[in-house]
């Protein structure tokens, strides 16, 4: 079955950069789009951006846009998530998950229920 392992969660400064990643079983990213989310104490689970498989495209929420950049290394089977300028309110437990889409061109999403295949999560703070 399909496993996800997030990694390269931290602690940074106002203003600074993390680069989490995403690790998948091999070929498990074949028919699956790829989508990340973050959770506060408290709060509901969010959508932060996703990666389309099958053409590398993106989307971001508003909250990152412009800060936070999504990519794949497709020899390693792993998906990248870049994060610059980063500001107290994006600490949180970050989750890659696959969502199994239907046709090559499914669109990926950062609604949450489509995901059937979640990581364990990795703890990002930003703090100084």
């Known amino acids: 079955q399909l496993q996800l392992v997030e990694s390269g969660g931290g602690k940074v400064q106002p203003g600074g950069s993390l680069t989490l990643s995403c690790a998948a079983s091999?070929?498990?990213?074949?028919?699956?789009?790829i989508g990340w989310f973050r959770q506060s104490p408290g709060k509901e689970r969010e959508g932060v951006g996703c990666?389309?498989?099958?053409?590398?495209?993106?989307y971001f929420e508003d909250s990152v846009q412009g800060r936070f950049t999504i990519s794949r290394d497709g020899a390693e089977n792993t998906v990248y998530l870049q994060m610059n300028n980063l500001n107290p309110e994006d600490t949180a437990t970050y989750f890659c998950?696959?969502?199994?889409?239907?046709?090559?061109?499914?669109?990926?999403?950062?609604?949450?229920?489509?995901?059937?295949?979640w990581g364990q999560g990795t703890q990002v703070t930003v703090s100084s």
């Open positions: 990666l389309t498989t099958s053409d590398e495209r993106t």
């Open positions: 998950a696959a969502d199994y889409v239907p046709s090559p061109r499914h669109h990926c999403t950062t609604e949450p229920d489509p995901y059937d295949y």
């Open positions: 091999e070929r498990a990213l074949e028919g699956y789009n």
